[in-house]
């Protein structure tokens, strides 16, 4: 975690501490990294008569009294001499917090899980999935339930991506760094498919099942020499109780295992091979982040570039 120099925390609204900017304020500390804290403000029209009395526009007065709510919010914080910065934008919210993160090149942003209004806390709320599909660094979304500080951390691992789009080694850099800043179990999980099997299954193919078997066991040993591959950077195997192989569907797998383990973060990729910039994997992903209790820590790949432009 000694990667990230320039942290932003995002409130979108919240005028607590909470565990989130606990862990942004602990990860700046141990990084020496600089924090900023944004929160955005919602753009209104402005009444004349307000303009009149004030001398200034309302959204204005909103971001004023925003900007003060922000400095007692980073007073309350246990960040000795560290110093927070914040700041107050208008507009559209993940479009706000990215266009941040492209201007001032933050390489972090943390914030809390902010479920839709009624629905549960593991659903996430529209700003959450755009900025996890759309946000050029990592994004981190802490649950507000995941345990302070985290005991499980689960990394979930592609293995075939083509050369420089994936993301394997950061996740694994990321989720191992964590694990051990937070005295967390560390798993490693890859979930691996036979290419056409469902056609291979099939009554009417040629291939008898000998021959399926075999390739299933060819498939399988590819999987094993890439995840060791992998692995063997990390003074770890895929024999390991702590890392699994697992034949199956990824979205799937991932959110049974993450339920077993009773994962506190999952750390894994949130864009595909496409090519196509905030596509997120398939439904992989999207499926894992509204379906699981942990937190989420998304990376992108080398390259990603955020369909949000830098100005309107």
């Known amino acids: 975690m000694k990667r990230f120099k320039n942290i932003l925390y995002f409130a979108d609204g919240a005028l607590e501490k ?14 020496g990294a600089r924090l900023t804290v944004i929160d955005v403000l919602e753009k209104i029209r402005s009444s004349p008569d307000v303009e009149r009395v004030f001398g200034t526009d309302i959204n204005q007065i ?3 009294r925003r900007q003060q709510d922000l400095d007692k919010l980073v007073d309350a914080c246990d960040r000795v001499d560290m110093p927070i910065h914040t700041r107050v934008a208008t507009g ?5 917090v990215i266009r941040t993160v492209m ?3 933050h ?12 629905l549960s806390e593991r659903v996430l709320g529209s700003t959450d999935m755009h900025l996890l599909r759309k946000c050029p660094c990592p994004v981190w979304i802490d649950r507000p339930n995941a345990a302070f500080p985290y005991a499980s951390v689960l990394a979930a691992v592609e293995l075939e991506a083509e050369q420089g789009e994936g993301c394997d080694r950061m996740i694994m850099d990321l989720a191992s760094s964590l694990a051990q800043r937070e005295s967390a179990r560390l798993d490693v999980v890859h979930a691996w498919e036979m290419e056409g099997e469902s056609l291979l299954r099939d009554a009417g193919s040629r291939v008898s099942r000998t021959e399926f078997e075999h390739l299933g066991e060819i498939t399988r040993n590819k999987h094993k020499r890439l995840f060791d591959a992998l692995l063997s950077d990390y003074a770890m195997k895929s024999e390991d109780k702590t890392v699994h192989l697992i034949k199956g569907e990824a979205a799937p797998t991932i959110r049974s295992l993450s339920r077993d383990l009773e994962s506190d973060l999952v750390v894994m990729g949130s864009i595909g091979r496409t090519g196509i910039p905030g596509l997120i994997i398939g439904n992989t992903a999207e499926e894992v982040m509204q379906n699981i209790d942990a937190s989420i820590l998304a990376i992108k790949p080398a390259g990603f570039v955020s369909p949000v432009a830098l100005e309107e």
Do not use: T, W, Y
């Not at 909470?18 to 990084?31: G, P």
């Not at 559209?92 to 706000?96: G, S």
């Open 62 to 64: 909103l971001r004023d």
């Open 107 to 118: 390489d972090l942003l943390i914030k809390a899980a902010k479920p839709p209004q009624g």
């Open 18 to 31: 909470n565990h989130a900017l606990e862990r942004a304020v602990q990860l700046a500390r141990s990084n």
């Open 103 to 105: 201007v001032n090149g």
């Open 92 to 96: 559209i919210a993940f479009v706000q």
